[in-house]
């Protein structure tokens, strides 16, 4: 009976725990449908190019993530706002978004966030200088199972960094590994584009090292490319590398080459690009072309600079008013977890005293048990003395009878 008490007692807890873990599963999807529905909103946003609000969409799914539930969710919105802070130039902060990552990149069998992870980690350190960890994370990169697009823009990420460790022999040797893999691709329309931008940065390896035929080989092959309709990608940076080029060799080539890129930068309606062609057309300009430009470009740095600083502003208002709903949700939180814990003190007394119970009982059914079998025991002691002592007085009257007989038969005779 205690051995059966104990049994359906250990069932009962089992099955309390079980329906335990059942309410936290239930809850961690339930929070997946929000979760997903928020970063869908992000991208959104994202897609717009509306980086504070996509920022905070982000960050609103990461709080109600459980990383080790939701770890996909959780990587994949901490990679894209470290992204945004890359675009912004906002290193730091991008860097912070990528390490929180780090942790959590063991947990997720496909590859592809633990490249994208990476590769944005490496990224900021190139763009700070610090090449040693850049290089790192971008052969991290590489060494992931990916995808062959994933691989060469890794091998470009890599070549990159010794372009800017000055190290072009080594970049020139990558550069080419590149060049003549997509150029053996079978899908070779798919990859005119990366062809291209290959070719131009290593012509600008061959124009630093001072191999100046390679470096126009190089140029204009990619110029080549580019000038096709679907291939026009990087166009004005193929137009921006001439002008340089023929600075000092062709003056007429270098002011033709640097109009074409102001031109070409002026339709993609990009500040930066215009502000990078202007800069060309300056080095190749004169009297008053020269003025006109050097103020146009004076202004449109100012214009950009104030611009900036009203996004950062607003920005920083934006951070605030997150730190501030932050803290609230927090404090939301604490208390929430305050009840819970209430909550599971007050099961867990109750487990006490159905265990304690539990005990009771069964000390109680052994002791009744006991004394029955004790009282039994005695009952039947004392029925056997009782019938010793009758069969003894019962022998002691029948000999006490013929003695007497035997008496009175003596006298007799």
């Known amino acids: 009976i205690f051995l059966t008490i104990l049994t359906v007692g250990a069932i009962f807890l089992l099955q309390f725990q079980r329906n335990k873990n059942a309410i936290i599963q239930q809850k961690a999807k339930d929070n997946s449908i929000e979760i997903k529905r928020l970063i869908d909103k992000a991208d959104l946003y994202f897609d717009d190019d509306n980086r504070e609000l996509a920022i905070l969409t982000y960050n609103k799914a990461i709080k ?7 770890t996909t969710d959780y990587v994949y919105a901490l990679y894209c706002i470290a992204d945004l802070h890359y675009s912004s130039s906002d290193y730091i902060s991008s860097e ?19 490249w994208l992870i990476y ?11 610090d090449f040693t960890n850049a290089e790192l994370y971008f052969k991290k990169a590489l060494r992931l199972k990916t995808s062959l ?3 060469r823009v890794a091998l470009n990420n890599i070549a990159a960094t010794y372009k800017n460790k000055n190290e072009y022999d080594k970049a020139i040797e990558i550069y080419q590994i590149l060049a003549s893999n997509v150029h053996a691709s079978k899908h070779k329309h798919l990859d005119d584009s990366n062809y291209a931008f290959v070719l131009d940065n ?6 630093q090292k001072g191999n100046y035929d390679e470096a126009l080989k190089c ?7 580019r000038l096709q309709p679907q291939s026009s990608e990087g166009l004005v940076n193929s137009y921006r590398h001439l002008s340089t080029y023929f600075q000092k060799r062709d003056p007429r080539l270098a002011k033709k080459y640097a109009a074409e890129a102001l031109k070409t930068a002026e339709k993609m309606k990009s500040a930066t690009e215009i502000i990078l062609s202007l800069y060309v057309v300056i080095e190749s300009s004169e009297g008053n072309e020269l003025k006109k430009q050097t103020e146009r470009y004076i202004h449109l740095t100012d214009s950009i600079a104030k611009a900036g600083k009203m996004s950062k ?5 934006m951070r605030y008013e997150s730190k501030v709903d932050k803290e609230q949700n927090l404090q939301l939180k604490a208390e929430k977890i305050e009840n819970e ?13 159905y265990i304690i119970i539990i005990f009771i009982i069964g000390f109680f059914i052994i002791l009744l048990f006991y004394l029955s079998l004790k009282g039994k025991k005695k009952k039947k002691k004392l029925y056997l003395k009782v019938k010793k002592e009758f069969q003894e007085n019962y022998t002691m009257s029948l000999l006490f009878k013929y003695t007497m007989l035997c008496l009175l038969l003596k006298e007799t005779i």
Request: hydrophobic share 30%; aromatic share 16%; with cysteine.
């Open 64 to 70: 109600l993530c459980d990383p080790e539930i939701n």
């Open 96 to 114: 912070i978004a990528a390490t929180k990552a780090l942790p959590y990149l063991k947990l997720i069998k496909n590859p592809r966030y633990s």
């Open 119 to 129: 590769n944005v980690q490496g990224q900021n350190y190139l763009s700070t200088y």
């Open 149 to 151: 697009w994933r691989k």
């Open 202 to 207: 290593m012509g600008y390896c061959y124009y």
């Open 219 to 225: 140029y204009y092959k990619a110029l080549e490319i």
């Open 313 to 317: 502003n607003q920005f920083s208002t």
């Open 341 to 353: 814990l209430q909550l599971e003190r007050h099961k867990n007394r109750n487990i006490i005293s």
